[in-house]
């Protein structure tokens, strides 16, 4: 399969699962590197509008950084690299509220898979489980920057599509309202194009599987 078969393929399926525990290691990813661009930007010197577009911008730097590192022979790595950061990171979480969550397994699951198809021999397993990582950063764009404020501003129950979409409560794109004299609205174009551009343009040449 071309590998920008296989990334929509993906890209489609966390989308529309991105509230289940199928999806529980590659949201928990997305949103531990939220959690990283968070502590990165949270300075006084920048607003909160300012802090909002620097968050999206490093989600996507890492996005394409990610989507380039797969078209090397290092891609098979990529799964497992993730798997391992969530691992750890979900593993001091436990340690310091002393509590095992529902998504504790699934992680453990991802992690597992991933040094599994590290030993076979076929690629293919490992590509999915790759992209299904890094697609997780533009899904998380998505539901941030675009279904969020799209649900608020058409009051929108957000438990509309649970269990499997979980559209969150807050935006982002809520900070940057009045940001250089922009509309909300507008800055939502922001996340939408940091997420569906390098799909476009860098899931192609990559190795089909």
């Not at 404020?149 to 269990?163: A, G, H, V, Y």
């Not at 409560?169 to 004299?181: E, K, T, V, Y």
């Amino acid at each position: 399969m071309k590998s920008q078969s296989r990334a929509w393929i993906v890209f489609g399926l966390l989308f529309v699962s991105w509230g289940t525990l199928a999806s529980g290691p590659f949201s928990y990813f997305s949103g531990m590197v939220r959690q990283l661009a968070d502590f990165l930007f949270k300075r006084r010197i920048f607003s909160s509008g300012l802090q909002a577009g620097f968050i999206y911008l490093f989600i996507a730097v890492l996005y394409v950084a990610l989507l380039l590192l797969s078209r090397h022979r290092s891609r098979t790595y990529i799964a497992g690299f993730c798997a391992l950061a969530g691992m750890i990171h979900h593993l001091i979480l436990c340690l310091r509220t002393r509590q095992i969550y529902e998504v504790s397994l699934a992680i453990a699951i991802g992690l597992a898979l991933a040094l599994l198809f590290l030993l076979i021999k076929s690629q293919s397993p490992a590509l999915w489980l790759s992209d299904a990582f890094i697609l997780s950063l533009p899904v998380y764009l998505l539901y941030d920057g675009l279904l969020s404020p799209l649900f608020s501003l058409l009051e929108i129950d957000r438990r509309l599509l649970e269990p499997l979409m979980s559209v969150p409560a807050d935006s982002l794109i809520f900070r940057m309202q009045g940001l250089w004299h922009l509309p909300q609205i507008t800055w939502s174009l922001l996340p939408v194009i940091l997420a569906l551009a390098p799909m476009v343009w860098l899931t192609p040449g990559r190795k089909k599987g």
